[in-house]
């Protein structure tokens, strides 16, 4: 596996109206941590530019085959790099070639060289795409082993309505990564995740709270679904939509969010309490707003009191859960997250800098595992990557 272990996707691009959606699959790649490289059809290229998917990817993208003056058999080294070669969209014409063994540009010499995983996502005009010779050649290359990501039925760009349209993005990008391995390891599992801050109220429109995004928990509850786990996810205020298959319990104090994880925890195998929990509220919200005048002393003078430690609560309840916490800090970050894995009675603690530079409100993360045989560290990667990596290390040490 290349580039410092994440897995690659090379996707080719044909020419279709339907290459606007691959920008979309680059991108839900790259959030659960993949690394993709484009190959463009000349063809493709009337539709794009080749500059749009460069600017994505963050790769060169290659058209023709001699491209690269420093490798003349390109289409070998990236048949090499693939993990998962994609053909996204792919037309009837280069599946017809494909399925005949048809090697003429650098799309099709590569997925005649690779021995990857393919994967195909046709679109097409519903007469070509139904075509006898069309299923024909799609069926060819099922039994060769190819993935075949069927179009779907409706409005075409030509102005016909049938089947022929390319498949949906986030369909695709589960198609590519079970091909990659990406398993549903957790099946017949329950996990419960914690996630976002809590607001605690000062009067009806001041709260106490902190910056957490929720986007870390989101990313962990997301892939625990995404491997086979019926999840539950309670999350504080946050700017984001429900999960799709997860159940989604929204809250906004700290008492509230240990009430809604108290329902749940009896019955889940892993808990992962990834919510910036805050640690004091106001004792006595007001019932009306205070005044900056008026009431200036008892807002200088705002008695608080201990929100309830819903980690450690929870973890000294546990008989076979598994038990997570996250650990944000802005100095000593390993040495402060031992410490709580030791006070909580937590199975893991994740620990992550969230000063400059840090977690809160980025897309991604750089994370140590600390647990009680050891410390995992982890790179700067995707939240996305970091859920799997967490999940990753919690089965294995099973």
């Known amino acids: ?107 099709t010499t590569t997925a005649l060289a690779t021995i990857a995983p393919i994967v195909i996502a046709p679109a097409a005009n519903v007469n070509m795409y139904e075509a006898r010779v069309s299923k024909e050649n799609r069926d060819r290359l099922r039994a060769r082993g190819v993935r075949m990501v069927e179009a779907e039925s409706g409005y075409l760009a030509c102005g016909d309505e049938g089947r022929g349209r390319m498949a949906e993005p986030a369909d695709i990008v589960e198609a590519i990564c079970a091909e990659l391995g990406m398993s549903r390891d957790l099946e017949g599992k329950k996990v419960l995740v914690t996630a976002g801050p809590t607001v605690e109220p000062v009067d009806p429109v001041r709260y106490l709270s902190n910056r957490s995004s929720g986007k870390m ?15 539950f996810l309670v999350t504080g205020p946050v700017a984001l939509g429900d999960p799709a298959g997860v159940e989604t319990v929204r809250v906004e104090t700290a008492c509230e969010m240990l009430d809604a994880v108290e329902r749940r925890f009896e019955e889940v195998d892993i808990a992962v309490f990834a919510a910036a929990v805050a640690d004091m509220r106001p004792a006595t919200p007001a019932s009306r707003k205070l005044k900056k005048g008026s009431d200036a002393d008892a807002l200088a003078r705002i008695e608080l009191v201990e929100n309830p430690d819903i980690l450690a609560t929870m973890a000294h309840r546990k008989s076979r859960q598994v038990v997570v916490g996250f650990a944000a800090e802005t100095d000593d970050v390993v040495e402060n997250a031992r410490r709580k894995l030791r006070s909580k009675g937590a199975d893991y603690i994740v620990a992550n800098f969230v000063g400059e530079g840090g977690a809160f409100d980025a897309d991604d993360n750089e994370v140590v595992v600390v647990g009680a045989d050891g410390d995992r560290s982890y790179p700067r990667l995707p939240k996305a990557a970091v859920a799997d990596a967490l999940f990753d290390c919690i089965l294995g040490d099973r």
């Open 217 to 231: 928990g989101f990313e962990i509850a997301k892939a625990a679904a995404r491997r086979g786990a019926e999840v």
């Open 1 to 107: 596996m290349s580039d410092s272990n994440r897995p690659t996707v090379v996707i080719g691009v044909t020419g279709c109206v339907a290459i606007y959606k691959t920008c979309e699959v680059i991108r839900l790649l790259q959030k659960r941590g993949v690394r993709a490289k484009v190959i463009m059809t000349q063809h493709a290229c009337g539709f794009i530019d080749p500059t749009m998917f460069r600017s994505l990817t963050r790769e060169p993208v290659a058209v023709g085959l001699f491209d690269d003056p420093s490798d003349p058999i390109h289409h070998i080294s990236l048949a090499k790099e693939a993990d998962v070669f994609a053909i996204v969209p792919c037309t009837v014409n280069v599946i017809a070639k494909i399925a005949c063994g048809i090697a003429d540009d650098l799309l």
